[in-house]
């Protein structure tokens, strides 16, 4: 086995494993977790560890506890878990911490006390609480390649969730078992009165293939807890952006530019920033660059010319990025006319979230196309305004004249809608409209035309929404 560091020492005592330790060996890790609601959507709650084995590794752990003081180890340890915690989005006070069994030969305990912020989110949405519970340890799972390990993995793991005085229990994931060639995933639940109880147990043999993790994977979904009982306060951001695409066709090339405007949160707007910064203004315009000269060609399209420019970097303000490009074999030719695809879903339309929206989105699109002398748009799309509980999804079209066209867009997405909703909403919104247009018989000219831009605001964007 690799010498362990005592970080990651530490951080498997937290519960998140890491292949490096574990090879050579077999772990079994219990979990007995209790929580206690309130009303607020905080909890206190109790977090017990234990770990079995392998021996080796504990025995290295316990010289490391005692040799740097049994106070320091436990400080070090409450670090370590309420970092851990933060990266699940959840926010650990008052936390206390003891480590039971670093001077004996059995397992080794670890216990974090404390009040957990944000357990349970309030969504006005459908007037329900919830609670999305990691039984199955999908935050550990997604660390480790346990086809890499020489050992096998047992995780058993319990879960008693006391909801709060005067709430009605309204939905609990139901339990099951998978099993493929030895290895194996159970989940039980049950309700008695307010208390809830889940127990789950993740056994990975020794030699576990690809395939079989296929098939015990596709279970893994989080445990989610409804009530209702009374309303709360809502805490959420809403990320909201701006794109304002110039489309000029001219000769045989399309000329595309693009700004975006990336306003919130701006936390994160801060982030991005910061990332750029930290790898280099002209390194991270390269990359960016690269990224859609990739997607262009992968779509056929060549790309004659092209520039991206970051802006407000060192401000306050919103990022802005900035695209220029010179392209060709954007547009289809049909039927005797240019027909240009709009999406009016502005990319929003295949958002992966599995349960409930955890922020707002407010996404503008503001393009406007103009045509060379000669040619005229024959078929502009009817305006699109569709509207429900899950959001709005809006087109509105005016014709300047001719041969110039002002597209504005807008998807607003609420907070807590439920993706089923989401979806509804987005099947009724074509994925995209036709703008057609030709040239006029009285002044034909030669000479090909090359449509406008598709993939405006393709390359950030789906890094923003995978975050959500």
Known sequence: MRRIGLLMIFLILAGLLSGTVLAGSDYKEVQKNEYTVHWDGSANVTLRTIVYSPEEMLNATKESIIKMGIENATKLFISQATQALAGLGLTLENATGEIVGYNTTGPLETIIRGRLLGFARYYSYDGVWEITLDALRISDLVKINPTAINGSIHLENYFTIELPEGAELKNLTKGFKVEANGSYIILDTKEEGRK??????????????????????????????????????????????????????????????????????????????????????????????????????????????????????????????????????????????????????????????????????????????????????????????????????????????????LIKSNVYLPYGVPSKDYKELMAKVPARVEFRYTENVKEKKTGGICGPAIFVGLIIIPLVIRRI
Do not use: C
């Not at 395939?211 to 445990?223: A, F, Q, T």
């Open 196 to 405: 809830i109880f889940v127990h789950s147990v993740i056994y990975l043999k020794k030699g576990v293939s690809q395939g079989d993790l296929r098939v015990l994977y596709s279970k893994l979904e989080p445990v989610i807890i409804t009530y209702t009982g009374k309303p709360g306060k809502e805490n959420y951001t809403t990320w909201d952006m701006v794109i304002r695409n110039n489309i000029t066709i001219k000769g045989n090339s399309t000329i595309l530019d693009t700004v975006e405007e990336y306003k919130e949160p701006r936390d994160y707007v801060n982030y991005l920033k910061v990332q750029f910064i930290s790898r280099g203004v002209k390194n991270a315009e390269r990359s960016l660059y690269q990224k859609y000269v990739q997607q262009f060609q992968t779509e056929g399209i060549r790309v004659v010319n092209g520039t991206v420019r970051l802006h407000n970097l060192n401000s306050t303000g919103p990022l802005i990025v900035e695209y220029h490009w010179v392209l060709r074999g954007l547009i289809k030719y049909v039927n005797g006319s240019y027909v240009y695809n709009y999406n009016p879903k502005l990319e929003l339309g295949t958002l992966n979230f599995p349960y409930r929206l955890t922020v707002a989105i407010n996404e503008t699109k503001i393009t406007r196309i103009t045509l060379p002398d000669g040619y005229r748009f024959t078929y502009v799309p009817d305006n699109i305004s569709i509207t429900s509980k899950a959001g709005k999804v809006t087109m509105k079209i005016e014709r300047v004249n001719d041969r110039e066209v």
